[in-house]
């Protein structure tokens, strides 16, 4: 499937009082690789004011929902399989009904057609499970693949595969992901752009068998880069391992 860019946003709703001033900061310039991961790009909107995505470029963009993280900031998500320069303006409604929306911020994304030489301090090591412990869990993986009945499952299982491959070296060597809650909220936001709410009972066991057996479950644990490195990759081999 081609994709053109898409944008992710989460608009959020407060009530404002006339001639409030509703500032919104947005990162000048994004780059992407073209079939690369999503990023996860973080707006300022101290004063929770409704934010609109406008398209400022002819290439036709699309806009879905992604929760903002934390108080105070919203946040959207660019992927892309097409190389390019495309222009997103962020819009604030008027303090009245009788007054225009106006554009808050504005950022330009560039999506380049080939990576970069990655400079990633986190090694993907081999998983600690034993052989048998490793057959038990793509047993139990496949087994809630083929109990799938989403449409296109396959490419789902491919994408959720290539998200645990590329989050070993994005989200899981970001410095502002500090702990394992921080490192949870940001896949999760990653999966629910990537493949929605599909392949739960696949994700039910990777959960619980990998997951939660082999990682600390508080979400305020401090970050273990490798730990959650080698979970991330016995995830996209379990899966990639059905045939």
């Known amino acids: 499937m081609r994709y053109t860019l898409i944008l992710l946003a989460a608009a959020m709703v407060g009530a404002h009082a006339p001639g409030e001033q509703r500032p919104c900061s947005a990162p000048a310039e994004v780059r992407l690789v073209a079939g690369g991961m999503p990023q996860v790009v973080s707006i300022d909107n101290p004063a929770k004011t409704p934010i609109a995505v406008v398209n400022t470029t002819t290439t ?7 929760v903002s993280p934390s108080p105070g900031k919203l946040s959207f998500l660019a992927f892309s399989q097409t190389p390019g320069t495309y222009e997103v303006c962020f819009m604030t409604n008027g303090a ?16 380049s057609g080939t990576a970069p030489t990655p400079v990633d301090p986190v090694d993907p090591v081999d998983p600690e499970p034993t052989d048998e412990a490793t057959k038990s869990l793509n047993a139990a ?12 499952k396959d490419a789902l299982k491919d994408r959720l595969a290539f998200m645990y491959r590329d989050s070993i070296k994005t989200t899981t060597k970001d410095p502002a992901v500090a702990t394992y809650g921080d490192w949870f909220t940001r896949n999760q936001e990653t999966r629910k752009a990537m493949i929605a709410e599909n392949l739960a009972g696949v994700r039910a066991v990777l959960g619980k068998q990998l997951f939660e057996a082999k990682l600390p479950t508080d979400p305020a644990a401090p970050l273990d880069r490798k730990k959650a490195a080698a979970a991330l990759l016995a995830a996209a081999k379990s899966l990639e391992a059905i045939r």
């Open 141 to 152: 993986v496949k087994a809630a693949y083929l109990a799938e009945t989403a449409a296109g």
């Open 96 to 111: 009245t009904a009788a007054e225009p929306p106006a554009e808050a911020a504005r950022t330009k994304i560039i999506v």
């Open 60 to 66: 036709q963009l699309g806009f879905w929902q992604i």
